[in-house]
């Protein structure tokens, strides 16, 4: 009984890896995240050109955007226990997540339910490409070079926690919710990054709808919002 997690990278379909569109066109069931009942899930958009929809079951899982804790436990156990009832019953099983499983992912949630209450299950995990990295290539630069440090972060959080990693980083990764971007801009700015410091900023990274620019910290202080989209990202290099 065995179960793939595969990672399915920034957006572009092309971006799988060899592996993962092997185990999603063999798959009989997939499972795959969304935020809420009938909202298109982003994994599966990306992976939809390689599933063989006549003989595949698809199944959205719900991981609502709520922070009570005993709704989320809640979740986790329902959305485990309908992937171990298709993998039980004999289904070549895959659940997809963006990017990477490892890194911010919905799939952490499900490994931990399938850990303590479905042992018997034998789960592979395939690696998929950040968004961070295919946003590197997009904008042809270096993230860190020699022994500068390099910190990821996701910017919809503790605000105060984000201002003691960007104080000892050469390089910040912001992910997720470009509508704090403001905010950050005003950490950078009080935490040791000068007004040539270079800024970049992506939206919906290697799709056609990218949105991708490099702005000096000068240009971007006292912009309101200047990534609108929850899926941005923010490059921010101290000395380039």
């Known amino acids: 009984m065995k179960l793939s997690c595969i990672g399915c990278g920034p957006g572009d ?5 060899v592996k993962a569109v092997d185990r999603i ?28 929809e006549s003989n595949t079951t698809i199944t959205n899982l719900i991981f609502p955007m ?16 309908k992937i ?45 490409i950040p968004s961070f990295f295919a946003f590197a290539a997009q904008a042809k630069m270096s993230l860190v070079e020699g022994d500068q440090t390099l910190g990821i972060v996701p910017a919809c959080y ?11 980083c050469d390089s ?4 997720k919710d470009g ?7 005003e950490i950078l700015s009080e935490t040791g990054f000068g007004d040539d410091s270079l800024i970049t900023i992506a939206q919906d990274v290697s799709v056609e709808e990218e949105i991708l620019e490099t702005k000096k910290l000068k240009d971007l202080r006292n912009t309101k919002n200047p990534a609108g989209k929850y899926f941005s990202i923010m490059v921010a290099r101290k000395n380039d």
């Not at 379909?13 to 890896?17: A, E, G, Q």
Request: overall charge positive; charged content about 25%; aromatic content about 8%.
């Open 13 to 17: 379909p092309d971006l799988l890896t």
């Open 25 to 52: 066109k063999k798959a009989d069931a997939v499972f795959t995240p969304t935020s809420k009942e009938g909202k298109p899930s982003i994994a599966l958009s990306i992976a939809k050109k390689y599933i063989n």
């Open 66 to 81: 709520t922070k009570d804790k005993n709704s989320l436990k809640l979740q986790w156990k329902t959305n485990s226990q």
């Open 84 to 128: 171990a009832d298709a993998v039980h019953s004999g289904k070549n099983c895959v659940y997809l997540t963006v990017g990477d499983p490892s890194l911010y992912s919905t799939w952490n949630y499900m490994h931990r339910e399938l850990r303590e209450n479905h042992s018997d299950i034998d789960i592979e995990i395939i690696p998929g």
């Open 158 to 168: 503790d605000l105060n926690k984000i201002r003691h990693t960007v104080e000892s």
């Open 172 to 175: 910040i990764i912001f992910l």
């Open 179 to 185: 509508r704090y971007f403001d905010s950050v801009i």
